[in-house]
């Protein structure tokens, strides 16, 4: 059995707590991979529904907040994505971590949304783009009031291959920090393909120029997108649970002062689709 979904039902968050800002990079490969193919749906007492094109909507998970804080009514997220990347240990305890012990736990609270962890390797694209990470480092530096020796221990010491900050040792550590953190390895995918083909990423282009990564083609894509669904699948069977209960809940309150139509219709539009 076949269904298929409104795109504008499913909608996938994301917080971008990288130096660099991968959101709109991240976001052009999601929509780059969209319709998301055959996924399989399962319903409790039914056969299993089969949605062979999904589409789903892509927001930063701060205007998701925005919204709610206005007042105006939105469908929740299915999928909380974190985007992360420390350039070091201080960094990520100090500022990564308690952003994303708050984010974790307001989506572990809700129970009908998910979340993944995406643990990007920077030092590919500051390999492609070296003029624009320091360019970006920077601008930081001047915004925290850094000195130029400052500016220039830190150079160095990420130049460094033969202390323990070196590129290698230093992601290898925050994502096991997170894993550990987060006690949940399914949940926390590392990305160290995160980047542009050379030819096609001039110098002058920012890292949120809105071309579409070639990580989509690779191994590490393909497992994305994957994990994306194996997350988005079971959020079907717990949503129609949910708004089954909620059918015969309101349906049951028709007679009682103040029922409300609207919030009945809405639900039964959304459930007809498993129809």
Known sequence: MELSIPDSKIKV????????????????????????????IKIPQRPIHICQNLYIE???FEEIIYRKEMGNFIE??????????????????????????DWHHTIV????QDWLIVHIDSQNAIRLNPINHQRSQTTNFQGQGASNGAKKAVHQTSLSTGNLQSPKFLQSSILDK????FEDKARIINLDQLQMDPSEYPQQN????????????????LELVQKIKDRIGPMFTKLYVKYDEEIRKLDN???????????????????KHFN
């Not at 959101?23 to 780059?32: G, M, P």
């Not at 609270?109 to 009908?112: A, Q, S, T, Y």
């Not at 920012?206 to 894509?221: C, E, F, M, R, T």
Request: with cysteine; aromatic share 12%; proline share 7%.
């Open 13 to 40: 968050t994301v917080l971008d707590l990288t130096p660099s800002n991968h959101y709109n990079l991240f976001k052009n490969f999601l929509l780059s991979k969209l319709p998301l193919r055959s996924l399989p």
């Open 58 to 60: 892509v927001l930063r």
């Open 76 to 101: 929740e997220p299915w999928l909380n994505i974190a985007l992360v990347d420390s350039e070091s240990l201080s960094q990520y305890k100090g500022y990564i971590k308690p952003k994303l012990k």
């Open 109 to 112: 609270d809700k129970r009908d």
């Open 178 to 181: 997170l894993r550990s953190d």
């Open 206 to 221: 920012s890292l949120n120029s809105g071309v579409i990564p070639k990580l989509g083609d690779s191994l590490i894509g």
């Open 253 to 271: 309150q028709r007679l009682l002062p103040g029922w409300n139509f609207c919030t009945f219709f809405l639900v039964k539009e959304w459930r």
